[in-house]
T-cell receptor, first 113, second 109 residues
């Protein structure tokens, strides 16, 4: 089992462009979480998804950010019209069940120029 | 509102010395507390959770509801314990966690 796979590892975007971050959960895991880590801070919850459903998006900024976890394929975190403040490490985690052990990916470092 | 505070950003100890990482939380319900660790160039991984009441790699943590604390302790630190440690708070169900800012532990030979 390869673990939670995130790509790309590093993503550079200019202000105004779109960023797409991908996360493939561990095999057999249907619960996916996205967290964001700003420099010098802890991880902050963004969104919790199950296959084809957004369960909790209370940590998502109201505009420009969206997430999906389709029936087939990876979960996608999409950031439209990126700004410098979006520069951060974005971590995906998955679990088999709602309260079961969480496994983290290596993260995507987004840099906005 | 949920909050987790790790007051020390950096903890430097000598090999064989005790190490204690402080974690305080605020939460109105029944909390579930975790310690996560990230070794150099590795992924964030679960170290221990309070409901398991277990010792992992010599580390223990006791939930003190009166002091709202969940400090992580190890009596004899090893060089391989050098890492970033995060305290996290969750509800009884679910993996929506609130993380502290992290403490970097450096164990010197």
């Amino acid at each position: 089992n390869a673990g939670v796979m995130q790509n790309p590892r590093h993503l550079v975007r200019r202000r105004g462009q779109e960023a797409r971050l991908r996360c493939s959960p561990m095999k057999g895991h249907s619960h996916v979480y996205w967290y964001r880590q700003l420099p010098e801070e802890g991880l902050k919850f963004m969104v919790y998804l199950q296959k084809e459903n957004i369960i909790d998006e209370s940590g998502m900024p109201k505009e420009r950010f969206s997430a999906e976890f389709p029936k087939e394929g990876p979960s996608i975190l999409r950031i439209q019209q990126v700004v410098r403040g979006d520069s951060a490490a974005y971590f995906c985690a998955s679990s088999r069940g709602e309260s079961e052990k969480l496994f983290f990916g290596s993260g995507t470092q987004l840099s906005v120029l | 509102a949920q909050r987790v505070t790790q007051p020390e950003k950096l903890l430097s100890v000598f090999k064989g010395a005790p190490v204690e990482l402080k974690c305080n939380y605020s939460y109105s319900g029944s909390p579930e507390l975790f310690w996560y660790v990230q070794y150099s160039r590795q992924r964030l991984q679960l170290l221990l959770r309070h409901i398991s009441r277990e010792s992992i790699k010599g580390f223990t943590a006791d939930l003190n509801k009166g002091e709202t604390s969940f400090h992580l302790k190890k009596p004899f630190a090893q060089e391989e314990d050098s890492a970033m440690y995060y305290c996290a708070l969750g509800k009884a169900a679910g993996n929506k966690l609130t993380f502290g800012g992290g403490t970097r532990v450096l164990v010197k030979p």
